[in-house]
Nanobody, 123 residues
């Protein structure tokens, strides 16, 4: 079983910064794509940013230029540095990771989510 745990949520004033981190744990992990999604109250979950093993990144239009995604494969960690935060960035942020791991002696694929980290931006 692969587990993803987020940290770094909280309350911040508009214009401030926060950094989210997500660490994956499991046996024989090989993580491919890692991503951050968010879900604001009353809205659908949306993709915010993603990063490939080679470091190629994607950002949604709403966060491009303000958010930076990075990964540390040695630590199985993905981070999201968020600057110039706006009230509309208020949401629960979810980490997502896909790849392979060992379940017993069998190699299996996984597509796992973290439990979510609440971020609130006050105006």
């Amino acid at each position: 079983q692969v587990r993803l745990v987020e940290s770094g949520g909280g309350l911040v004033q508009a214009g401030g910064s926060l950094r989210l981190s997500c660490t994956a744990s499991g046996s024989g992990l090989s993580i491919a794509a890692m991503a951050w999604h968010r879900q604001a109250p009353g809205k659908q979950r949306e993709l915010v940013a993603s990063i490939t093993p080679g470091g190629n990144t994607y950002y949604s239009d709403s966060v491009r230029g303000r958010f930076t995604i990075s990964r540390d494969d040695a630590k199985n960690t993905v981070s999201l540095q968020r600057n110039s935060l706006k009230p509309e960035d208020t949401a629960v942020y979810y980490c997502n990771g896909r790849g392979t791991h060992y379940s017993g002696k069998a190699l299996s694929s996984f597509d796992s989510w973290g439990q979510g980290a609440q971020v609130a931006v006050s105006s």
